[in-house]
């Protein structure tokens, strides 16, 4: 199969797009901000993929669940919901700037008063998954002063997705569906488009058997039958705690379930949760954990 974008460059770095949309925001927060709050998940998971402890972020507990890594300390403050932050406990912090993702910048407009409220377009049709993570974390990079931390992670994400291609041309490599699994057993999270999740899968040469449409993030909800539509797929799905045990539990006994051919044929892999709208870090461990999952007759 061909290895679609294969080339990570430094034009993702130096690219006009920041200039234009974010220019005044970070002028006004300063050239270096240490002080720094994130109010989404992928920004806060860019911070620390730099090395920036962030001052406080929202909803830690469900970083934790859907991110996971890198890690985040269990002593960093908690601001509470994405769109509902504590003002109070933010203006107490006396951040250099505030991060957040565009689809919050309207409810968060009177944080401006507390410091520069910095949205990241964080979902775009613009660019694939991985480009898009590869230019926010440069944004966040000249917001911080950690370009050189950045340009670390760049080129390692392209020596990561060059060693997983390669250790995949020594299997088979049939189509995969990249899933989730709902609690109620009857519906299925697919993964595909140029979101993360898909654009990794063609870079490193695996063809997503997912054909249908997906949102702006990458994504669809379908029902289960539709996991039978390419008989020679691979299913690979995510492990999210409970809610997978328990839509396990209700699948394995239905016929449909038991019909699939994958499921015939043992081609069900459990893998470890990554988030489809994460950063570079994301993309390295879906990367790393597809290499290791597939097996050699794919």
Known sequence: ???????????????????CCL???????????????SLDLLPTELLLTLGIRPLAVGNSQLYRRLVVEPELSPDILDLGPLTEPNAELLQSLRPDAILAAKWQAGALEPLKRIAPLIPLASITRDLPGVALALQLMEQIATL????????????????????????????????????????????????????????????????NAWKGRVNTSGVTSAGIDRLAENTDARIIHFDRGRETRIAMERLQGTSLWKALPAVRAGRVTTMPVVYPNGGVYSAIRLAQQLAKAIPHDG
């Open 1 to 19: 199969m061909v290895n679609r974008y294969t080339g990570i460059t430094r034009r993702y770095f130096i690219g006009g797009a920041f200039t």
């Open 144 to 207: 911080t002063g950690t370009q050189e931390a950045a340009l670390h992670w760049a080129a390692r994400l392209k020596l990561e997705l060059q060693t997983a291609a390669e250790q995949l041309t020594m299997r088979v490599r049939r189509p995969v569906y990249v899933c989730r699994f709902a609690e109620d057993g009857r519906n299925v999270a697919f993964f595909g488009g140029y979101g993360l999740i898909g654009d990794v899968l063609g870079r490193i040469g695996l063809e």
């Open 23 to 37: 220019a005044g925001n970070v002028a006004a927060a300063a050239s270096s901000a240490k002080r720094v709050v």
